[in-house]
């Protein structure tokens, strides 16, 4: 139930820690599910090879830079949708009502030309990274099917959305989980040929995954019809006009820009990477997968903050933004440390369970992944920051942030200590690390300014 909607004896602190929590805790467990998924996954074409490992590695990263072009939608619809929810304007076309399903219309627009371009694009994405053969037929196998399902990512994504802006993310997390579940019995089924299905090999997986995203749009769309989420809200594909897309584009390119601003740039570092040995992929992809089981709260706390900010500033109330930056921060900063000293302490352990002969992976994989633990620290607090900045709809200053931190700091960086200083692949790490810290101190900066409580949606 969202805060608009409560009575006076209900009414909880939309900036208490309660709050936070019963918003985030469902997109940790969501989020959560899939990213075991991934690594289940990962432990099944474990069993082909270290050459189908790091075709999966390559195609991972590829994937986490579209899925940034999701965002767009995501935020968008977010940041409209969860501001007049708490300002009280539901119905009519440019209500919650409206935007809702004109974010929809515009989600399935934006699916087709991305799902259209990666398909065509898919052989020529892999051959960019100059890995060898196998590699990149494992790939390309891989990519199309995944490209594909950005057709039903788009809208799932904006339905995701509208949920979340009312105060409700529970439903998503139970078709997501639903979703990972039915993904898991699959997978195995498809890679090997099990049971009489046909045996796909790394294609299997990326197939098994396109047939449960089609799986989770359909039940997503039925449950937006019987769930109440406190304004009217007929079928998705009624005609309400298109008066919103331009808004909703001017906010959600850059926040879309700027999510997809890290993972694109890290794709000219794999080639780097890639040049060094199929090792050093195999490293960056366990270490990535494995990790980002710590990211959960990340994912978790910004789609809180967002939008419980979008719904307060519809409420005006710009001292509870305040408290809920406080409090979350807090809780930030405690689970980073918490959660990530298990895998400071243990990492060469955890980078075996996925890759249990190679020394050169083990050693590459353990330095990356104690990196990134301390730069976590950093993230701790920027994530905070850019989710007010994003609920409230002012979303460019962090696309230039990112584009700082990532091109010309970690890319300039990267090749300065991987090539001109020869310290290889390590030195990459540490210029990834680098450019977190940066965009840490950038975002803080900005955040300060206070322009964010400003921005019109």
């Not at 998503?172 to 009489?196: H, K, S």
């Not at 090749?415 to 310290?423: E, R, S």
Request: hydrophobic share 55%; proline share 3%; glycine share 10%.
């Amino acid at each position: 139930m969202s805060a608009s909607l409560e009575t006076e004896e209900e009414y909880v602190d939309p900036a208490s820690y309660r709050s936070i929590w019963n918003l985030g805790w469902p997109v940790m467990v969501n989020m959560g599910a899939h990213t075991l998924f991934t690594l289940i996954d990962l432990y099944w074409i474990g069993a082909l090879g270290t050459d189908a490992i790091a075709a999966v590695a390559l195609c991972g990263n590829v994937l986490f830079s579209m899925f940034g072009l999701t965002i767009i939608i995501q935020s968008g619809a977010l940041a409209m949708i969860s501001r007049r929810i708490g300002a009280g304007e539901l119905a009519g076309k440019l209500g919650a009502e409206g935007v809702s399903a004109q974010a929809f219309h515009l989600s399935i627009v934006l699916g087709l030309v991305v799902a259209i371009s990666g398909v065509m694009s898919s052989r020529a994405i892999m051959q960019l990274f100059d890995a060898s053969a196998a590699v990149t037929e494992h790939g390309t196998a891989y990519l199309v099917p995944m490209m594909i399902g950005f057709l039903v990512m788009f809208p799932g994504m904006a339905i995701g959305a509208v949920f979340t802006a009312a105060g409700d993310t529970r439903t998503p997390m139970y078709v997501g989980v639903a979703a990972n579940i039915v993904n898991v019995v699959l997978d195995p089924l498809l890679i090997f040929g099990w049971g009489g299905f046909p045996e796909l090999g790394v294609a299997g997986a990326s197939v098994a995954s396109l047939i449960c995203q089609i799986l989770g749009l359909v039940a997503m769309m039925i449950l937006y019809r019987r769930r109440d989420m406190g304004f009217p809200h007929p079928g998705l594909l009624r005609w309400y006009g298109a008066d919103a897309w331009a808004r909703m584009l001017r906010i959600g390119i850059p926040g879309g820009l700027s999510a997809l601003t890290r993972p694109f740039s890290t794709l000219f570092l794999l080639k780097v990477i890639a040049s060094f040995g199929a090792e050093g992929i195999a490293a960056f992809g366990i270490t990535v997968r494995a990790l980002s089981l710590t990211w959960l709260y990340f994912g978790a706390l910004s789609t809180a903050v967002s939008a419980l900010t979008g719904q307060s500033l519809g409420r005006h109330d710009v001292a509870g933004i305040r408290r809920l930056v406080k409090r979350s921060t807090r809780m930030s900063i405690a689970l980073s440390i918490g959660l990530g000293a298990p895998y400071m302490i243990f990492a060469r352990e955890i980078i075996g369970l996925f890759e249990k002969e190679n020394e050169v992976v083990l050693v590459l994989g353990t330095s990356f992944m104690q990196l990134l633990v301390v730069a976590n620290l950093a993230t701790a607090f920027s994530v905070i920051w850019g989710a007010v900045m994003s609920g409230a709809g002012d979303t460019r200053p962090p696309m230039v942030i990112s584009i700082l931190s990532n091109w010309v700091i970690k890319l300039p960086l990267a090749f300065l200590f991987a090539i001109q200083l020869a310290i290889g692949v390590e030195g990459i790490w540490w210029a990834m690390v680098i450019s977190i810290v940066f965009e840490s101190g950038a975002l803080w900066v900005w955040y300060r300014r206070d322009r964010w409580m400003h921005a019109e949606v």
